[in-house]
C-alpha cells in the first residue's frame, strides 16, 4: 500500500501566484502516513497462555497443553473485517517462549503439540484472504530460552525474525516491549536473568536486519521509531496528542514518562505518533471467567472516541477461546460497536451546507474541505495563525459530533480551537480542543442549528484543515 505523493498546483487568480502551503520542519514518512489511515487494528494473544489461563507463562510449560480443538484463523479474521479493522497484529511468541509457527531453533513450539498447525501462516493467509495487514509481536523476552541473558540468545531472536519475515510476509508492523527480563524457566535453570535492555538487545542491528526484508515497516515500542507507546493499556489517548516527540526523552524510570508518551510533544524532533493499545476482556490472554467481563459496545464506542477521536490509532486485544476461535461474547460486543459506529457516522451533515472563511485562495477554499480531495483543504495566508470557518445550512440539523482533520502530510499545526453553535440567535460554545491531527472527534450533547463557527485559535504556523465532517 503505497501513498501517493500529492503534485503541486500553481494557481494564479489576479496576476498572483496562489503559493502551496510549505510542510513544517517534521512530517510523517509514506508508511506513517498508511499507519494512521487504518485507524482501527486488531491484537491477538493466543499462546500457551490460553491454555494454563495466566497471563505471563513460566516457559516451562509442555507444548502438549497447546490443544485447540477448532482452531479458526479465518474466523478471526473474518470477524475483524466485519468490525472495520484493517489489519491483524498476531502474538507469535509471547514471554513464555512458546513459537505459534513450527519454527527450526526451538521445540518449544507448535510443531509438538497436538495440533501441530503453523498460527502464523493460517493468519498470515486469512488476512490476504480478507484484505488486512498482517503485524508481528515477537516479545523480546524468552522465559523458555536457555541462553536468554547472553549473546547467543540475540542471535537467535534475529534468526526468528528472519524466518518469520522470510516466510510468512509481507508484515506490515513489528511489535516489541520492553520486557528486559526477569525469573523464568531458562531452559532449567529456574533463576533470575536482568539485562539492559538497550544495550543487550542492540537494537539498532537488529531493526536494520528486519528493513532489509520490508523498508516500510513500522516498528511499536514505547518509544518507537515507527509508532510509539500511548502510555496506558485503558484505550485513552492525550485530550493533547502530538504526534511528535524526542525519542531521546523516552527512557524506563523518567518521571512523568506515561504523560508525556500520551501528550507527545509540540517541538518532537521525530514523528512517532501514539498507538493505543487495549484489550477487549480485562486480560490480553482469554480466561473464561472473564466471559461476561467484555467491553460492552457503548464501551468500545467510548474507547474509539479517546482513541482514533484523538489523533491515534485503535490497537484493540480480541484473543481467541480454547477452542482456537473468537467467543461468542466478543463476536456480540465487536457486532454491536460496528453497529454503534455506522449508526453515529451514517450521514454527514457538511456538504449540504455552505461553508465560508478566510482563504489563501485556489485549491485552499473552504470547499476543498468537503470535496473528499486530498489536493484541496481550507488554509489560510501564510503568517496568518487562526481563522474561523463558517458551516451554515437552509434548514436547522440536529448536530451530535463534528470531525476535524488536518493535512498531516504537512505536519501538525493546530495548538487550540473552539466549536460554536448558533442558538436562539446567540453563539453559544459546543466543543473546545487543542490538537486535532489526522483525526479529532468531538462529541457534543445533541443541538438544534443552522449555523456552526469552527474557530482555530492558534497554529503553529498558517491554519490547514483537509477535512470536516458533521453528522
Not at 500511548?230 to 524506563?252: C, H, K, M, S, Y
Not at 459530533?401 to 473552539?418: A, C, D, K, M, N
Request: some cysteine; hydrophobic content about 40%.
Amino acid at each position: 500500500m503505497k501513498f501517493l505523493i500529492l503534485p503541486v498546483v500553481a494557481f494564479f487568480l489576479v496576476g498572483c501566484s496562489i503559493e502551496p502551503v510549505r510542510p513544517l520542519s517534521v512530517v510523517p514518512r509514506p508508511e506513517q502516513l498508511v499507519w494512521h489511515e487504518m485507524e482501527m487494528n486488531a491484537f491477538v494473544h493466543f499462546s500457551i497462555n490460553t491454555f494454563t489461563d495466566k497471563e505471563w507463562g513460566y516457559g516451562d510449560e509442555s507444548p502438549q497443553l497447546f490443544a485447540p480443538d477448532s482452531l479458526d484463523p479465518d474466523q478471526w479474521v473474518r470477524t475483524f473485517k466485519d468490525a472495520g479493522f484493517k489489519s491483524v497484529i498476531l502474538t507469535a511468541k509471547h514471554h513464555d517462549g512458546f513459537c505459534l509457527w513450527p519454527t527450526k531453533y526451538s521445540e518449544h513450539s507448535v510443531k509438538n503439540s497436538p495440533v501441530k498447525t503453523d498460527v502464523v501462516k493460517a493468519v498470515s493467509e486469512a488476512c490476504k484472504k480478507y484484505g488486512l495487514n498482517f503485524g508481528i509481536y515477537l516479545s523480546p523476552w524468552d522465559r523458555n530460552h536457555a541462553e536468554y541473558g547472553r549473546p547467543a540468545y540475540v542471535e537467535y531472536y534475529r534468526n526468528q525474525l528472519t524466518e518469520l519475515f522470510n516466510s510468512y510476509g509481507p508484515v506490515f508492523e513489528m511489535w516489541f516491549d520492553g520486557a528486559n527480563g526477569g525469573d523464568g524457566y531458562y531452559g532449567g535453570a529456574r533463576e533470575m536473568r536482568r539485562i539492559n535492555g538497550s544495550v543487550y538487545y542492540e537494537w539498532p542491528k537488529t531493526l536494520d536486519l528486519v528493513r532489509s526484508f520490508n523498508p516500510e515497516i513500522i516498528f511499536f515500542s514505547d518509544a518507537g521509531p515507527g509508532v510509539r507507546w500511548v502510555g496506558n493499556e485503558r484505550g485513552v489517548a492525550g485530550e493533547t496528542n502530538w504526534n511528535t516527540i524526542n525519542p531521546d526523552t523516552l527512557f524506563a524510570g523518567k518521571p512523568g514518562i506515561e504523560m508525556l508518551l500520551n501528550t507527545g510533544s509540540e517541538a518532537g524532533s521525530q514523528w512517532i505518533p501514539a498507538e493505543t493499545d487495549v484489550s477487549i476482556r480485562p486480560g490480553w490472554f482469554y480466561h473464561a471467567a472473564q466471559d461476561s467481563l467484555v467491553k460492552s459496545p457503548d464501551r468500545l464506542f467510548d474507547i474509539y472516541l479517546s482513541s482514533v477521536g484523538r489523533g491515534s490509532t485503535l490497537l484493540l486485544n480480541v484473543p481467541p477461546d480454547r477452542h482456537g476461535r473468537i467467543h461468542k461474547q466478543d463476536v456480540a460486543a465487536l457486532q454491536g460497536f460496528r453497529k454503534k459506529l455506522d449508526e453515529a457516522f451514517a450521514a454527514d451533515l457538511a456538504p449540504k451546507a455552505t461553508l465560508s472563511g478566510e482563504s489563501r485562495g485556489g485549491i485552499y477554499m473552504p470547499a476543498g474541505l468537503v470535496d473528499s480531495k486530498k489536493e484541496t483543504f481550507w488554509a489560510t495566508a501564510d503568517q496568518v495563525t487562526s481563522g474561523e470557518l463558517l458551516v451554515k445550512w437552509e434548514e436547522p440539523q440536529t448536530v451530535k459530533y463534528v470531525v476535524l482533520q488536518e493535512p498531516i502530510w504537512l505536519g501538525q499545526r493546530v495548538r487550540s480551537f473552539t466549536i460554536e453553535g448558533l442558538v436562539d440567535g446567540a453563539w453559544t460554545q459546543l466543543a473546545a480542543g487543542t490538537t486535532i491531527g489526522y483525526k479529532r472527534i468531538l462529541k457534543i450533547d445533541p443541538v438544534l442549528t443552522d449555523q456552526l463557527r469552527i474557530t482555530i485559535q492558534d497554529s503553529k504556523e498558517c491554519v490547514a484543515l483537509s477535512s470536516v465532517k458533521i453528522y
